[in-house]
C-alpha cells in the first residue's frame, strides 16, 4: 500500500541523457548511498515487493517527459529528483531493452512512461558537487592534479603503419588503435545506451582485439582508456569477461566517477587487474561537467608513457 507521508532528504540524480524533443530522459544515482536512499524511498511508498528494490543496476529511464515551461535539466549535471516521480512509481516497469529479440540492458533497471500524467514536475536548479558529496568532494579537490609523465619526448613515429578500426555502437564510442608491433590502444569501449546485451554481445564477436587476448596472444599489450564517464564509452566493460580485463596491459580512466553505474564498471576493472596495472587521472575541476578535457589533452603523454 502506498504510503502518503512526506519523503524528506531529497535524493540528487545524474542527468547522463536528455532528448527534449522526445520527452526522453536517462537518469542515474550519484553513488551507491544516493541509489540507497532512493530504493527506500520506493519501500516506504509501494512496498517491499517492487522489482527495482532488488535490482543492482541503478539508471532509470523516463520516456514521455512533458517539459512545458518547466526548467530542462541538462546533460552531465546533478539534480534533486522530483518526489512526484515517485508517486508514479508503481506504473513502471522492469526494463528488458527494446531490441526484436528482447534483450536485457547491463544499465537500466527501470523504465516510467510518464506520458499519460499530467503531474508537474521539475528537477529546479543545478547542484554543485561539493553539494552532492560534500566532505568527500572536498577531498578529491585536495589530491594531486595529475599523475606526472615525466617521458615526454618519448613518443616516435608511432603512427606509422598503425591502423584505426572505429566499431558500428551506434550513439557511443569503440575505437582501436592497432599497432605495426601488434600492440593495441582500445579507446574507449562503449555503445548506444540503447544497445541490449545481446547487440553488445555482437560488437564484442567483431573485435579482433577482444578475440585475440581471450585466445590467449598474451604477448600483445592492449591499453584500455575510458576517455571519460559518460556511459555510451564504457557501456561494454559490463559485458566482457574478468579473464579478459585481466590481460590487460594498462586501464587508464578517469578519477571520481560520477554515478553508481559508473563506480560499477570501475569496481569490476579493479577486482580483475593489480594496482601497477591502472592508472588514474585527475579530472579538471570546472563545474558543471565530467572533465572529459583532462584525458583527451594528455593522450599523447599516456602513450608515451604506456608503451
Not at 50 to 67: A, C, Q, W, Y
Not at 235 to 247: C, E, G, P, S, T
Amino acid at each position: 500500500m502506498r504510503s502518503t507521508e512526506a519523503t524528506p532528504d531529497p535524493v540528487p540524480v545524474f542527468i547522463e541523457k536528455i532528448e527534449k524533443g522526445s520527452g526522453y530522459i536517462l537518469l542515474d544515482f550519484p553513488n551507491e548511498k544516493h541509489h540507497g536512499s532512493f530504493l527506500e524511498k520506493v519501500r516506504a511508498n509501494v512496498g517491499e515487493e517492487h522489482p527495482i528494490l532488488n535490482d543492482k543496476r541503478s539508471m532509470i529511464e523516463l520516456t514521455g517527459v512533458h517539459f512545458g515551461k518547466m526548467r530542462v535539466p541538462r546533460e552531465g549535471c546533478y539534480y534533486y529528483l522530483p518526489d512526484n516521480i515517485l508517486s508514479l512509481i508503481d506504473q513502471g516497469e522492469p526494463y528488458q531493452g527494446i531490441d526484436d529479440a528482447g534483450g536485457h540492458s547491463n544499465i537500466i533497471a527501470f523504465r516510467l512512461d510518464l506520458s499519460g500524467s499530467n503531474l508537474p514536475f521539475s528537477f529546479g536548479r543545478a547542484l554543485s558537487k561539493k553539494a552532492v558529496f560534500g566532505k568527500e568532494y572536498e577531498e578529491r579537490e585536495a589530491e594531486p592534479g595529475m599523475i606526472p609523465i615525466d617521458e615526454f619526448d618519448a613518443i616516435k613515429s608511432w603512427a606509422e603503419g598503425t591502423t584505426l578500426v572505429a566499431m558500428n555502437v551506434g550513439q557511443g564510442n569503440w575505437n582501436e588503435v592497432h599497432f605495426k608491433d601488434g600492440n593495441v590502444i582500445l579507446y574507449d569501449i562503449g555503445a548506444s545506451v540503447r544497445f541490449t546485451a545481446k547487440c553488445i554481445d555482437s560488437v564484442i564477436r567483431r573485435s579482433k582485439i577482444i578475440r585475440v587476448l581471450n585466445e590467449g596472444e598474451a604477448a600483445i599489450k592492449c591499453t584500455l582508456i575510458i576517455s571519460h564517464w559518460d556511459i555510451d564509452h564504457y557501456q561494454a566493460i559490463f559485458q566482457v569477461d574478468d579473464a579478459w580485463i585481466r590481460l590487460l596491459h594498462k586501464v587508464i580512466y578517469m578519477a571520481h566517477p560520477p554515478t553508481r553505474t559508473s563506480e560499477r564498471a570501475l569496481e569490476k576493472i579493479v577486482a580483475n587487474t593489480h594496482f601497477r596495472q591502472r592508472i588514474e587521472v585527475a579530472p579538471c575541476s570546472r563545474e558543471p561537467g565530467r572533465g572529459k578535457s583532462s584525458v583527451l589533452h594528455t593522450l599523447y603523454k599516456i602513450m608515451a608513457y604506456t608503451y
